[in-house]
């Protein structure tokens, strides 16, 4: 059951009517068969009885009755096969969206744990075994596994000695198969991974192309991407080494089942205890019984491979999700107390105290590596803290359902990322149905309606994905845009103006100042001078809270906000 849950990426239902309509077209394949075994008893019958005559009408009504049995055949597979690859090809799809559900309500610990491209991959490529194994393995194997076994009933009661050789050699195929399983999913793991890599390597490949080709790391030169694809080569020969004789020797196996059958029948016949008429019959359906037998076996080995795929699958679809029911408080006093947070085993906030009240303008200071942006994660729940705790309105955010909470905070990221596509829709992320006239208020607002005006289709133009069509200014023009659409009563801002010119500053700084009027404003700030009129400034270093206070307070100390203020006066 396992397996099926796996292979279905925990949706074993999926597979109920492919199965079962499949199930039914094996099954009515069975009827010609039977048809032609009572046409051949009919015209062989007279050579074993001469003084009876062929009965024609009777052939005949079996002529018809076979063309009839093809009809009925060709209307059961209409069904099977819609109901094969619309349920796979459907299976998949919600799969995706399941996962790609899943995925955004994790922990973003857990998620840059994981390799993009590993992520990549599974919803791609995995995903896509699986439809595979939906449509055309698990009910052909299944359908092919079953014509064997009605035959071994049916064939028992025309010759039980005929049956037993035809199936003699079976169980020491399926032994072979069986016991082989070990290495088959020892080299199927290690031949998804090599894939894995490779994928892992193309997307760092096609991510840092600007470094790569800045440095000529171009063609062969890039030797962890060459490495990796020659690995899957090899893998990939590895498997299909190492599978192919196991398979080619069970197929041997069943298909002796037909000589031995041979054998036993000629012996039988010379002896006068089987007549001419049985051999005939088992003759015919012993050249078409190991077909699917063959059939099953080659798809149990695909399966079990297609199996490892799914169970990453249903591995990571397990994985718990962020927990918390209760809705976000009317109060927005935000408090971090004794918080101490690690990434990846790297500590970066040691016992972190701040007290953030409700429409206040906090600013969080300090050298790099220090722990601000963290800070900012935190509040916004893209991680829960190791130790402590970090309240809103005096109840733990661990306890707040997590879209409720992101419902009441509004984040403008230094790094922004939009898109692929309009520049109304990117800034529609910010409210979902929003018109089209409060889009263009929020965007004259954050200072950018006018350079979008200036574009080849206005709102309607699209951007290239990550951006990549806009310059840093204007992405980040938008992103406040779709901040202010949001209209969150807690706005987080992570160096939004650290990396631009001055003239790109301005613009963005008045955007900023009216996105903020009136909220809980918690920045991040590389230049000082921007936040100096905040009303607290927090200053961290090496994780931990050294100062708090207002600039001229700070000042006055002459610690490590004063240096810090004076060492950027000394450079502008």
């Known amino acids: 059951m396992s397996m099926l849950r796996n292979i279905t990426a925990d949706n074993p239902r999926s597979l109920v009517k492919p199965v079962f309509y499949t199930t039914i077209a094996n099954l009515v394949i069975v009827i010609p068969l039977m048809l032609l075994m009572e046409a051949v008893r009919l015209i062989f019958n007279p050579f074993v009885h001469p003084d009876v005559p062929v009965d024609m009408a009777q052939l005949w009504w079996l002529c018809g009755a076979l063309a009839v049995s093809l009809l009925i055949m060709f209307f059961c597979e209409i069904p099977a096969y819609r109901a094969q690859y619309r349920d796979a090809y459907s299976a998949a799809s919600d799969g995706?969206?399941?996962?790609?559900?899943?995925?955004?309500?994790?922990?973003?610990?857990?998620?840059?744990?994981?390799?993009?491209?590993?992520?990549?991959?599974?919803?791609?490529?995995?995903?896509?075994?699986?439809?595979?194994?939906?449509?055309?393995?698990?009910?052909?194997?299944?359908?092919?596994?079953?014509?064997?076994?009605?035959?071994?009933?049916?064939?028992?009661?025309?010759?039980?000695?005929?049956?037993?050789?035809?199936?003699?050699?079976?169980?020491?195929?399926?032994?072979?198969?069986?016991?082989?399983?070990?290495?088959?999913?020892?080299?199927?793991?290690?031949?998804?991974?090599?894939?894995?890599q490779a994928s892992n390597r193309l997307q760092e490949y096609l991510n840092g192309i600007q470094v790569i080709k800045a440095y000529n790391l171009t063609g062969e030169r890039f030797i962890r991407l060459e490495r990796s694809f020659r690995e899957l080569m090899r893998q990939s020969i590895r498997l299909e080494g190492v599978l192919g004789p196991i398979m080619l020797s069970a197929i041997a196996f069943i298909r002796t089942g037909l000589t031995l059958m041979v054998i036993a029948g000629v012996h039988l016949l010379l002896g006068g205890r089987l007549d001419v008429i049985t051999f005939v019959a088992f003759l015919i359906f012993g050249t078409r019984i190991f077909d699917p037998l063959t059939t099953a076996l080659a798809g149990y080995a695909e399966f079990r491979y297609l199996d490892q795929a799914g169970e990453r699958i249903v591995q990571l679809m397990r994985e718990p999700i962020m927990q918390g029911d209760r809705q976000s408080p009317a109060n927005h006093d935000i408090e971090l107390k004794q918080v101490t947070f690690s990434y990846l085993d790297q500590p970066i906030l040691r016992d972190v105290s701040i007290s953030l009240p409700a429409g206040s303008f906090t600013a969080l200071v300090g050298p790099s590596g220090s722990g601000k942006s963290t800070v900012l994660r935190l509040i916004a729940r893209f991680y829960d803290p190791n130790k402590g705790r970090l309240t809103m309105g005096g109840e733990d955010i661990r306890f707040m359902d997590p879209e409720a909470l992101f419902h009441n905070v509004s984040m403008v990221f230094q790094d922004v990322y939009l898109f692929q596509d309009t520049i109304a829709g990117n800034i529609r992320f910010g409210r979902k149905g929003a018109t089209r006239e409060e889009i263009e208020l929020a965007a004259r607002h954050a200072c950018c309606h006018d350079f979008i005006m200036k574009l080849p289709n206005g709102y309607d133009t699209m951007v290239g994905e990550g951006g990549s069509t806009l310059s840093g200014g204007e992405k980040q023009r938008i992103s406040i845009a779709r901040a202010m659409l949001k209209n969150a009563p807690i706005i987080l801002l992570d160096e939004a103006t650290a990396s631009l010119d001055p003239e790109n500053e301005a613009e963005i700084q008045k955007a900023i100042d009216r996105l903020v009027r009136g909220r809980t404003v918690i920045v991040v700030a590389h230049?000082?001078?921007?936040?100096?009129?905040?009303?607290?400034?927090?200053?961290?270093?090496?994780?931990?809270?050294?100062?708090?206070?207002?600039?001229?307070?700070?000042l006055s100390s002459n610690e490590l906000y004063a240096q810090l203020w004076r060492r950027q006066h000394e450079m502008e």
């Open 96 to 196: 995706r969206s399941r996962l790609a559900e899943h995925l955004r309500k994790l922990s973003l610990g857990y998620l840059n744990k994981r390799d993009p491209g590993e992520l990549a991959n599974m919803m791609v490529g995995d995903f896509a075994m699986l439809e595979h194994g939906i449509s055309h393995v698990v009910p052909q194997m299944i359908g092919a596994a079953l014509m064997p076994v009605l035959a071994l009933i049916g064939l028992s009661f025309l010759d039980w000695r005929l049956t037993l050789s035809l199936f003699a050699a079976l169980p020491v195929a399926i032994l072979l198969v069986f016991l082989t399983t070990g290495i088959q999913r020892k080299f199927g793991s290690q031949h998804m991974r090599a894939k894995i």
């Open 527 to 554: 230049r000082l001078k921007t936040v100096q009129h905040a009303d607290r400034i927090v200053v961290l270093d090496h994780g931990r809270v050294v100062e708090q206070g207002r600039h001229d307070e700070l």
